[in-house]
Nanobody
Framework: VQLVEFGGGLVQAGGSLRLSCAAS????????MGWFRRGPGKEREFVAR????????NYGDSMEGRFTISRDNAKNTVYLQMNSLKPEDTAVYYC??????????????????WGQGTQVTVSS
């Protein structure tokens, strides 16, 4: 399985970014996907997840209402739209796939594969 993230960069507070994650080596439409992040000096934390069919999405507490996860199973790609960005959103963002098909990606222990990460920096 290979997960490759795109779209990170530098943005001012209040701005927006969209991250993409292209997946290969798995039947993408069978797997829940998620995004996690690790800020400077912090533990990696959950950002968002989406079920294999796109019907259910969940977000970390501080992302609810600002971030939107979506997927295009025809393109084997999962997205993370980030709006109203804050300096505390600065982190390396990681794409993740579930370890088994048709299961919820409940946490890091459910992750089967990780992307290499993409840096998001929000300036104040």
């Amino acid at each position: 399985v290979q997960l490759v993230e795109f779209g990170g960069g530098l943005v001012q507070a209040g701005g927006s970014l969209r991250l993409s994650c292209a997946a290969s080596g798995l039947t993408f439409s069978d797997y829940s996907m998620g995004w996690f992040r690790r800020g400077p000096g912090k533990e990696r934390e959950f950002v968002a997840r989406i079920t294999w069919n796109g019907r259910v999405t969940n977000y970390g507490d501080s992302m609810e209402g600002r971030f939107t996860i979506s997927r295009d199973n025809a393109k084997n790609t999962v997205y993370l739209q980030m709006n109203s960005l804050k300096p505390e959103d600065t982190a390396v963002y990681y794409c993740a796939s579930a370890s088994r098909p048709y299961t919820i990606l409940s946490g890091q222990f459910d992750v089967g594969s990780w992307g290499q990460g993409t840096q998001v920096t929000v300036s104040s």
